[in-house]
C-alpha cells in the first residue's frame, strides 16, 4: 500500500493481491462518492488497484474535513469497497482504507549570495511532498527578472520584493506577517539596528506598497500563494550600511483562508530576537553611496585657492610690466640733464 501526496492531487495504491484475498474486484472500490471509483494499472510489473483524487474533486469525493495545527494540515479520505451481498443477505464486511497526506503549514527558508534568478529555495519533504517558499528581489514592478548578482541601490531607489509558495502551487495562502531590515544576517541578533518595514501584515513604513500582477497598488498580502511589495531603500546611520531583510509568512488552508488576511489595527511593536517561524532572509543589499561626495567638496574648496593663485600672478606681473614702463619712461630726461 502507498500513498503518493501530489501538489495537486493524492493518489492511493494498494496491490490487487490483497482485494483478491478478499474476493473484491476493482469495480467494486470507491470513495465516499461512489462516483469516485477506483481503476487497475501495472506499475514496475506489479499490479495496483488505484484511486487518484484531484484538488478540484476532493469535497466532492467526500474527503474529510481538513485538519489543521500551527505547523501542517491533513487531507484524509476513505477507500471502500460496496457490499457483498448473496440473495438479501451479506456475510463479508466491507473494507474500509483510511488514508492521509499532511502537507506543511509554516515554511522557513533563508537566502545566501550570490543570489541566482531562481532565488534560494529550502525544501521539507511531509510523506511524498516537497514544498517549497522563496523569497527574491526583482530589478522592476514588473517582476520578470530576478537579479542575479549581489543587488546594489541608491537611496531612495525601489526595492521590489517577491514572496511565493511555489510547491504545492495552490494548495495555500501566504501572508508575509513582518518584515524588517538590519544591519545582522542573522534574524534574531540584538546587537545592531534593525528598521521594521511590516508588521502583523500590514504597512509600517510609509514608502511600502503592495502590488498586485499588474504593479499597482493594491492589498493583497493574504489572499493568494504569492505576494508582491515594494519599498524605498534606505540605509543605518552607522555603519555597517548593508542591508539584510528578514520576513516571518505563514500558510493559510483554503477553510481558514480569513486568518491570513491581515487586521490592520493594534499593531504591536516586534522586539529583536523574539523566536520566529517561517522566516525568510535576503542579504546583504549592498548601498550604493557615491564616493566622489568627498573629492567634489575638496574640489570646491581648491577651485578658489587656484582662482586666487592665478588673480595673484597676473597682479603680479601687471605689476612687473608697470614698472618696468616707468623705468624706460624715465631714462630720457636723465639723458638730457
Not at 112 to 132: G, Y
Not at 237 to 249: A, F, G, K, M, S
Amino acid at each position: 500500500m502507498n500513498v503518493v501526496c501530489g501538489k495537486d492531487f493524492i493518489t492511493i495504491m494498494v496491490q490487487d493481491d490483497f482485494f483478491k484475498y478478499h474476493n473484491i474486484g476493482v469495480e467494486s472500490l470507491h470513495l465516499q462518492n461512489e462516483s469516485c471509483r477506483a481503476q487497475q494499472e501495472v506499475i514496475g510489473n506489479v499490479s495496483y488497484y488505484l484511486v487518484r483524487t484531484y484538488k478540484d474533486q476532493y469535497v466532492a469525493c467526500g474527503g474529510n474535513p481538513l485538519e489543521a495545527n500551527i505547523t501542517h494540515v491533513s487531507y484524509s479520505l476513505t477507500l471502500m469497497s460496496d457490499p457483498q451481498g448473496y440473495q438479501n443477505i451479506v456475510r463479508e464486511p466491507v473494507v474500509k482504507i483510511s488514508y492521509s497526506c499532511v502537507y506543511p503549514y509554516v515554511r522557513s527558508v533563508s537566502l545566501p549570495f550570490p543570489i541566482i534568478p531562481a532565488s534560494s529555495e529550502t525544501f521539507m519533504r511531509v510523506e511524498d511532498l516537497d514544498a517549497k517558499v522563496e523569497m527574491s528581489l526583482f530589478k522592476d514592478a514588473t517582476y520578470s527578472e530576478a537579479f542575479s548578482s549581489f543587488p546594489t541601490f541608491q537611496l531612495n531607489d525601489k526595492v521590489y520584493v517577491q514572496v511565493s509558495v511555489t510547491q504545492p502551487e495552490d494548495i495555500f495562502s501566504l501572508i508575509v506577517k513582518d518584515c524588517w531590515g538590519s544591519q545582522s544576517a542573522e534574524h534574531n541578533q540584538t546587537a545592531g539596528l534593525m528598521y521594521s518595514l511590516l508588521e502583523e501584515g500590514c504597512v509600517s513604513d510609509h514608502t511600502v506598497m503592495f502590488l498586485n500582477e499588474t504593479g499597482e497598488d493594491e492589498q493583497v498580502n493574504g489572499r493568494n500563494s504569492t505576494v508582491r511589495y515594494s519599498f524605498d531603500m534606505f540605509r543605518f546611520v552607522t555603519e555597517p550600511y548593508d542591508l539584510y531583510l528578514h520576513c516571518n509568512v505563514f500558510l493559510c488552508t483554503p477553510d481558514d483562508a480569513e486568518l491570513c488576511i491581515p487586521k490592520c489595527s493594534g499593531i504591536t511593536k516586534r522586539e529583536a530576537g523574539e523566536p520566529t517561524q517561517g522566516l525568510l532572509s535576503y542579504g546583504p543589499i549592498r548601498i550604493d553611496e557615491p564616493a566622489n561626495h568627498k573629492s567634489n567638496g575638496i574640489m570646491v574648496l581648491l577651485l578658489p585657492v587656484g582662482t586666487v593663485w592665478v588673480l595673484g600672478i597676473f597682479l603680479l606681473i601687471l605689476i612687473s610690466m608697470a614698472k618696468a614702463g616707468n623705468r624706460r619712461q624715465s631714462f630720457p630726461f636723465q639723458n638730457r640733464d
